[in-house]
């Protein structure tokens, strides 16, 4: 097995960062790993994994050391992390088939609460869309009407051929 190279969080005397395993935000994983204890936490973009001692309290006066060779920049951020700051993701940009896969679950929800046509193009395009643009041939009503076979499709397997497990 190779030897991980992690920040190693021990307890410290005087000042320093209060440890609070609690204050990390998102999804928390704790391994025993030999001697100490390997902590990985995920939130979206940011990301930590260090060693933690075992003999760290919650709430104690903790230090963040480095391996020989680890990355200032990477401390820094396992520090932020370990304080509860959080930096909000940067977003990227929504694409057309990510509009039209969210209307399509959407559409699909609403459609398995019995909701017509109409009433789930509302909660979609809005109501003031549906009032002035739904009518027996319209745009709306043709674009309300793909949506819903599209997400029927994947529903019924299509997802697998779209995540590539299954041949198109």
Known sequence: MPHLRLAQVRGSVGDGPVFGLWRIRGRKHLLHAGADLILCALDGRQRLQTSVSPALAEGSACRLSLPPGGEAAAASAAL????????????????????????GLQALDALQAGCGHREIAEAVFGADAAAGRWHADSDLRAQMRHILSRAKALMAGGYLRLAGVRPG
């Open 80 to 103: 932020q992390v370990l304080r509860g700051e959080h930096h909000a993701p940067a977003f990227r940009h929504v694409s057309r088939m990510d509009l039209l896969h969210m209307r």
